[in-house]
């Protein structure tokens, strides 16, 4: 079974790769990664102007390139002579990836690069889930592959076998609202929930939301943990995966 599935697991996720470390959503860093010890990486999809899903968070290039202005105006092309290492620093001073040769890597280059690596996969736009889905079926990775989004119509087209969905941004504020109220459904379309520490200034995963999420057979995912102690406190509610930027620091302390 995938883990990020799994009731039984707990994976360390590897949040944009080892994003705290290298550039985020890079080869870099989902190589980088894998050698400190992540179980899954999460990672963000949107499309370029000529419908090739790529890696990348933001709507546009400002925050982690060389460049500006929206992704959606560019060719892959055209992407290609961006440096997505430009921006990366730890210390504010130094940008040790810059000019590296660190670019925006395609959907399908990160799945054919990790062939076996779990994706939790942010589908960032409703406009791109078609594209997704005809790689995801391409490169045979349907069975690794979760998708998530924040709105609920960016998952529409994932909705029926052999796709397995996390809940939405809607439906989570939804469920947490049923558990205060202790009004709980008895199922469930989605098969996982991806939910942060806090929103809005409240907890997400309490106890009470995790236990009732798990009998959905639903796993929790906390998103984005970086302190070993949060993290263990969060496992010892019944929490499944950490979704972090630094796996070695999580995967240290992982049970």
């Given at each position: 079974?995938?883990?990020?599935?799994?009731?039984?697991?707990?994976?360390?996720?590897?949040?944009?790769?080892?994003?705290?470390?290298?550039?985020?959503?890079?080869?870099e860093a989902f190589e980088l990664a894998v050698r400190?010890?992540?179980?899954?990486?999460?990672?963000?999809?949107?499309?370029?102007?000529?419908?090739?899903?790529?890696?990348?968070?933001?709507?546009?290039?400002?925050?982690?390139t060389d460049r500006g202005g929206p992704l959606g105006?560019?060719?892959?092309?055209?992407?290609?002579?961006?440096?997505?290492?430009?921006?990366?620093?730890?210390?504010?001073?130094?940008?040790?990836?810059?000019?590296?040769?660190?670019?925006?890597?395609?959907?399908?280059?990160?799945?054919?690069?990790?062939?076996?690596?779990?994706?939790?996969?942010?589908?960032?736009?409703?406009?791109?889930?078609?594209?997704?889905?005809?790689?995801?079926?391409?490169?045979?990775?349907?069975?690794?592959?979760?998708?998530?989004?924040?709105?609920?119509?960016?998952?529409?087209?994932?909705?029926?076998?052999?796709?397995?969905?996390?809940?939405?941004?809607?439906?989570?504020?939804?469920?947490?609202?049923?558990?205060?109220?202790?009004?709980?459904?008895?199922?469930?379309?989605?098969?996982?929930?991806?939910?942060?520490?806090?929103?809005?200034?409240?907890?997400?995963?309490?106890?009470?939301?995790?236990?009732?999420?798990?009998?959905?057979?639903?796993?929790?995912h906390v998103w984005t943990v970086n302190d070993p102690?949060?993290?263990?406190?969060?496992?010892?509610?019944?929490?499944?995966?950490?979704?972090?930027?630094?796996?070695?620091?999580?995967?240290?302390?992982?049970?």
């Amino acid at each position: 079974m995938n883990p990020l599935l799994d009731l039984s697991r707990r994976p360390v996720i590897g949040h944009r790769g080892a994003s705290g470390s290298a550039p985020e959503n890079t080869l870099e860093a989902f190589e980088l990664a894998v050698r400190q010890g992540a179980d899954a990486f999460e990672l963000d999809v949107r499309l370029t102007a000529d419908g090739v899903p790529v890696v990348l968070h933001d709507a546009t290039l400002d925050r982690t390139t060389d460049r500006g202005g929206p992704l959606g105006a560019l060719s892959l092309t055209e992407l290609r002579e961006v440096d997505a290492g430009a921006r990366f620093t730890v210390d504010g001073r130094s940008f040790p990836f810059r000019a590296a040769g660190v670019r925006i890597p395609t959907l399908s280059e990160v799945l054919r690069g990790f062939p076996e690596m779990p994706l939790l996969l942010e589908v960032k736009e409703p406009a791109a889930q078609e594209a997704v889905r005809r790689v995801l079926l391409e490169e045979s990775a349907v069975e690794r592959c979760v998708l998530a989004s924040e709105h609920h119509a960016a998952l529409q087209g994932f909705r029926q076998q052999p796709f397995a969905v996390a809940a939405s941004g809607e439906v989570i504020g939804a469920l947490y609202r049923a558990v205060l109220f202790r009004r709980v459904p008895t199922s469930v379309s989605y098969r996982t929930l991806s939910v942060p520490v806090r929103h809005r200034g409240l907890p997400v995963p309490t106890r009470w939301f995790v236990a009732a999420a798990r009998r959905l057979g639903c796993p929790v995912h906390v998103w984005t943990v970086n302190d070993p102690a949060t993290a263990l406190t969060l496992w010892g509610r019944g929490v499944a995966g950490i979704v972090t930027n630094l796996p070695d620091r999580i995967r240290a302390v992982s049970y």
